[in-house]
């Protein structure tokens, strides 16, 4: 990987809520140059209140937030947000009622040559024929484009964007997403995108960051982090997963379906095997001790339930087609690329 | 989201705002009903309770009780065609349907007790079969044609943010369209028809000028005698505590419909029902049905004063009167604005203080005209027995009397009940300019003030306008707290009408009659399109 150039870092970022609970409790995230990141937590979790306290919303109550040297959010220092140079595309996407696409996307621009500036930004966006449209008369496809090219127009040092899909139906989505990952990679910007949308997520991220109870658990790219997770919290975020208590033994741990390396943990250590259901390989097998209890395609694979002696079920997702049917004895495999031992 | 504090502008100017409009709005209250129960008790009231309370009482009732029944009649109907139902013409009828508020009721009484008096035009037109427009009944009658635009407005609204899905189920479930409407869109709207019926009947328990022309004994009849007859505060403080009493029960009945509607607001407004389109017969009624109130509450009254202006020559003092008219709803509704904005700015923070303020200064509305007049001269002689002998002390001299306090006093009391009506217009205003607005604004690089001048003001204008628009339309027709308050020999146009009607002298009171709604009919056309065109512009949002 090439060398990364951190713009933005935030440290042990708190923020406290009037009744005392914690929104940020420590959250630490990186932002490096020209690279499109996601911040992907459940709802709730403070992905949201990071994004509002790097563009200078939200006040810290601790830790800080830095652009290359210049300090944002400290102790005792709190820059305007219109000192900051950050863009963001809010989630209603919050265009001024009152002016047409042309002057929103030229509301952040001085001089003489803003109007030109916002056209041509307006233009790359493929929207110059709605130059003189008010927001009620775009549609939501068109509102979002307009809040991304108002964003990028003052050539933001960052661009901060929450849930900007969230309010459109799946198919605009996906178009939307390409076109706004396509827009932001041309443009060169260095991106934070917050969703709690998995796929979402992984589609859009050069890097993604797991947040969870206020503070960033994981980062790294979204393989990295989807192929080993650190903490089944981690793991569950991202997608389905099983998990098995055990304990580490001769570094092995064990699973009902055999046991699992679990290199470098010491004998007797409580642990958290994690599968995907994609580890999980079924055979059919007279004598094998699992059953099929469901079997339903999910286009792409095909999603097995499977029930152990003590009735425990498992999910196994196997490539489409198979022999295997409901009520069929298998025997299972497991695939240790998707299999990850963590300490619990 | 908890995010207001951070991103509002001005939170704590904003409150002290809100509580000064507080202050303003309540004193007088509280000044009356501090009088009222600390006062010695005085013959007059016991003699009044045991003979002419019951009736004030029994005609208050009445004259509110056929306001409020023709107002739901007319509001309702005219609300439901405009926003339901498409004729030639709806679109401008939308907004000039509210215009007669401009006329105050007094005017239109004057004009339609002229009319239909014994010898008058309509009874020898209908050889005596048309009744006088008098009494209780009359009075009602002219609240209700001049009052019904507040109903109207709220049921317009209503029937226009309502989904068409409660109506279609109920189509669907076998229910004709008649019985759809009442058994759906009607209960829908019954709480933005509940508030407009409360101001309407706040407005008839308020007046003096039109009972007083009419012959209704109301409480404010009562009240005015106490104070102008007897001449004793403690016993118009007693009156004045009975009106307001009755005023915050209606006021909370309002409150309770609209409590318990929130869950019917709440379920999908996402799709405005089609209007129905009308055609041939059915538009021509439609349209008629627009126009008839319209006639009967605005053309008629002031063609009738017109024509009696044109045959009598210009009372004395009319430009003098006049210019007090205009100065002093002028200078009100500035007042009332800022205070109105300002509270609408302190609610957007939420905090504690601020919400409690609005509520307090929500409460003027209830207050009569009367009531503030009395609860300022209570807190004015107040002031003065404080200061008088400390005044003597130091200057060995009587301290100038306070009472007439001038138009000070009677701006004093002109915002304590109508400060009220400028913070509703405001707080909707900003409510369309979300917390998120702010944000983009300043990540766009805004300060505070240019984030207040080129984000708030231009969303807020309107309704900043058109809330100091209609204090000024209010203080204009304003009579009773004026009566009460004004300085000796301070007229103004509300002042002369009254005082020549009174007199008998019709002619002369036509036209400071009739100027009175001239003037309010500017601002009101403003009120009335802005009230109309916001709805459609942000209805899509």
């Given amino acids: 990987m090439t060398e990364q150039r951190t713009v933005l870092s935030v440290r042990q970022a708190e923020r406290r809520y009037v009744k005392g609970q914690a929104a940020l409790a420590g959250a630490d995230l990186d932002l490096h140059a020209g690279r499109i990141a996601a911040l992907l937590g459940p709802s709730g979790s403070g992905k949201s209140t990071l994004l509002r306290a790097i563009a200078g919303l939200e006040r810290l109550d601790g830790g800080e937030i830095r652009l290359g040297g210049a300090l944002w959010s400290g102790p005792k220092t709190h820059l305007a947000p219109e000192a900051r140079r950050v863009g963001m595309v809010f989630q209603d996407y919050a265009l001024f009622p009152h002016l047409t696409a042309l002057a929103n996307v030229a509301f952040g621009l001085k001089g003489a040559g803003a109007r030109d500036r916002a056209m041509a930004q307006l233009e790359a966006a493929e929207l110059g024929h709605k130059a003189g449209a008010y927001p009620h008369e775009l549609s939501g496809g068109e509102q979002q484009r307009v809040a991304l090219a108002r964003a990028l127009a003052p050539e933001p040092a960052i661009i901060l964007l929450d849930e900007p899909f969230s309010g459109l139906d799946r198919r605009l989505r996906h178009e939307l997403r390409e076109r706004t990952v396509d827009t932001l990679r041309r443009a060169g910007a260095t991106a934070l995108i917050v969703t709690h949308d998995a796929d979402e997520a992984m589609a859009v991220a050069d890097e993604l960051a797991l947040m969870e109870g206020g503070s960033v658990i994981q980062t790294g790219t979204p393989e990295e982090v989807w192929m080993r997770p650190v903490s089944a919290v981690a793991a569950r975020l991202l997608g389905d997963v099983e998990t098995v208590e055990a304990k580490a033994q001769a570094g092995r741990a064990d699973t009902p379906f055999g046991a699992v390396d679990a290199p470098g943990l010491d004998d007797g250590t409580p642990v958290h095997v994690l599968v995907r259901p994609q580890a999980i390989g079924l055979t059919l097998d007279e004598s094998g001790a699992f059953t099929v209890t469901r079997r339903r395609s999910a286009g792409t694979h095909l999603v097995f339930d499977i029930s152990d002696s003590t009735q425990r079920h498992w999910h196994a997702h196997t490539p489409s087609p198979s022999p295997i049917g409901e009520g069929d004895s298998v025997s299972v495999t497991l695939d240790p690329a998707y299999v990850t031992v963590v300490e619990a | ?541």
């Fill in chain 2, 1 to 541: 989201m908890a995010t207001g504090r951070q991103t509002g502008v001005l939170p704590d100017r904003a409150t002290s705002l809100a509580i000064l409009a507080a202050l303003v709005c309540a004193a007088p209250v509280f000044a009356v009903t501090w009088i009222a129960l600390t006062g010695e008790t005085g013959d007059y009231l016991l003699h009044l309770a045991r003979t002419r309370l019951p009736v004030y009482l029994i005609h208050s009732a009445y004259v509110a009780a056929v306001a409020a029944g023709g107002a739901a009649l007319i509001g309702t109907g005219l609300g439901w065609l405009v926003a339901r139902t498409d004729f030639p013409g709806r679109a401008v009828m939308s907004w000039v349907l509210i215009l007669p508020l401009a006329v105050p009721a007094y005017v239109a009484a004057y004009a339609w007790f002229d009319l239909s008096q014994a010898g008058g035009p309509l009874q020898a037109a209908t050889a005596g079969l048309f009744p006088t427009i008098r009494g209780s009944w009359g009075a009602g009658l002219m609240f209700a044609l001049v009052l019904y635009p507040y109903v109207y407005l709220l049921a317009r609204d209503a029937f226009t943010g309502q989904s068409a899905d409660a109506y279609h189920a109920a189509r669907t479930l076998g229910a004709g369209p008649f019985e759809a409407f009442r058994r759906t869109a009607l209960p829908m709207a019954r709480p933005a028809l509940a508030a407009g019926l409360a101001l309407v009947v706040m407005e008839s328990l308020a007046d003096y000028g039109t009972v007083s022309h009419l012959g209704a004994p109301t409480l404010s009849i009562g009240l005015i005698r106490a104070w102008s007859g007897a001449g004793s505060l403690v016993d118009a403080a007693r009156l004045s505590l009975i009106l307001v009493a009755i005023a915050l029960i209606v006021f909370s009945l309002e409150r309770a419909q609209r409590r318990r509607a929130r869950t019917h607001a709440a379920s999908g407004r996402h799709k405005p029902a089609p209007r129905f389109r009308l055609a041939g017969l059915q538009a021509l009624l439609a349209a008629l049905a627009c126009l008839t109130p319209l006639m009967l509450g605005l053309v008629i009254p002031l063609g009738r004063l017109a024509w009696l202006a044109l045959n009598e020559l210009p009372a004395t003092g009319l430009a003098a009167a006049a210019w007090h008219s205009l100065t002093l709803a002028a200078i009100s509704a500035l007042c009332a604005a800022v205070l109105g904005l300002g509270t609408a700015y302190a609610l957007r923070s939420r905090g504690i203080l601020a919400i409690a303020s609005a509520r307090a200064a929500g409460l003027g509305y209830a207050v009569p005209g009367a009531v503030a007049a009395v609860g300022v001269i209570a807190i004015l002689s107040g002031l003065q027995s404080l200061i008088d002998p400390v005044w003597r002390a130091l200057t060995g001299q009587v301290f100038p009397i306070l009472l007439t306090g001038g138009a000070a006093a009677l701006i004093f009391a002109y915002l304590s009940r109508f400060a009220a009506a400028a913070i509703g217009p405001s707080e909707a205003a900003l409510s369309r300019v979300t917390p998120a607005l702010d944000g983009a604004a300043r990540t766009l690089g805004a300060t505070r003030g240019e984030t207040v001048r080129r984000v708030h003001w231009p969303l807020i204008a309107g309704g900043v306008t058109s809330a100091g628009l209609l204090v000024f339309v209010e203080v204009l027709k304003e009579l009773p707290a004026t009566m009460i308050l004004r300085p000796f020999n301070y007229d103004t146009l509300a002042i002369i009408a009254h005082n020549y009607a009174s007199d008998e002298r019709l002619g002369e009171a036509a036209l400071p009659s009739l100027l009175i709604p001239l003037v309010a009919l500017l601002p009101m056309i403003f009120v009335a399109r802005y009230l109309s065109r916001t709805r459609s512009s942000t209805g899509t949002g």
